[in-house]
């Protein structure tokens, strides 16, 4: 069974991802002590319900009272008040992360609220489900799943060793990424989703039409639709600490919707044309998934052979050395 070096765990935040976390981090040989904070007490009898913690508990400074890791997985603008909070209770010599969606704020955070000896290690595991919450946690969440890496210029590498360890003691694949590269590519392949999701129900529900189109809307429209019971406070934190990417990506969809327009409007043909490339693009997006929903390339591929040589990994860690 997998091991990891981390024997007292705090995850801040019980909803599905931080209680998916205990859970995952329950089943290893031996499983580490886990204290979950939240404020909601719902949340935290799911996550003692579901097994993901030891100990619950509404008091931030007992969750992270003696933990060697310090997993934020809060709401993203949430992430600056924890950050503050625990600065000063952080043992010396502790590791934080985070399961941000956005990372350019949350590291520039993380750069000047938390202390000096403490290695902050930005992470965001590609997975969740449309329902949150910690009673729709499970500890196969992570299986498969590419989990993305920023460590801090400041971060010990030995920290970074002990995540990477961690990530793939739980299943997911570790995938080295630097913070602005992380938001841009987000932006388009999950942020932007869930807006034309929400736009579409919004423009749709409040036609005049709509109280006849919803009694003959079917699959199509529940499918297009179904990433708008998203939680709405998640997202919107993610718009707001990703502003310069998520409008980017609203203005490359405004663009091509205009075209489309246009061409409609003309009564352009060649409309198949751009209907048939996408679908071709999606076909040729999914079959490099797998039919096991496995990622796009292997978990080989994605890791350096070297921490301190070649690939993504030793050449961020290769930041924060001192020349000599």
């Known amino acids: 069974m997998a091991k990891i070096a981390f024997e007292q765990v705090a995850i801040l935040g019980t909803g599905l991802i931080g209680t998916s976390l205990g859970m995952a981090l329950k089943r290893l040989t031996p499983p580490p002590r886990i204290v979950g904070f939240d404020l909601s007490g719902e949340s935290r009898r799911g996550a003692s319900s579901r097994k993901g913690v030891d100990k619950a508990t509404g008091n931030l400074a007992e969750a992270v009272r003696d933990a060697d890791l310090a997993i934020v997985a809060t709401p993203v603008r949430a992430t600056e008040l924890i950050f503050a909070e625990i600065a000063p209770l952080l043992r010396p010599g502790a590791v934080v992360t985070d399961t941000g969606s956005t990372k350019r704020q949350v590291m520039a955070w993380a750069e000047r609220l938390l202390p000096s000896g403490v290695s902050f290690v930005g992470g965001h595991p590609m997975t969740g489900r449309a329902t949150a919450g910690a009673y729709e946690a499970t500890a196969d969440l992570f299986e498969n799943a590419v989990y993305c890496l920023s460590p801090a210029v400041s971060a010990d590498t030995g920290a970074v060793e002990r995540i990477v360890k961690l990530v793939e003691a739980i299943g997911a694949v570790p995938y080295f990424v630097e913070p602005d590269e992380h938001d841009g ?24 039409g709509w109280r006849e189109a919803r009694t003959v809307a079917a699959g199509g429209f529940a499918t297009a639709t179904h990433l708008a019971d998203g939680d709405p406070r998640m997202f919107a934190d993610i718009c707001l600490t990703n ?25 352009d043909e060649t409309i198949f044309e751009q209907f048939g490339e996408a679908q071709r693009l999606h076909h040729e997006w999914l079959a490099g998934r797998g039919a096991d929903e496995a990622p796009a390339v292997s978990t080989e591929d994605l890791k350096p052979q070297s921490l301190f040589f070649p690939g993504k990994l030793g050449a961020v860690l290769r930041r924060g050395e001192k020349k000599p």
């Open 185 to 208: 590519l987000v932006a388009g392949i999950s942020h932007l989703p869930y807006l034309l999701a929400t736009t579409l129900m919004r423009s749709v529900a409040t036609d005049r």
């Open 243 to 267: 502003r310069e990417q998520v409008i980017r990506q609203i203005d490359r969809i405004g663009d091509e919707l205009a075209s489309l327009r246009a061409a409609i409007e003309r009564g």
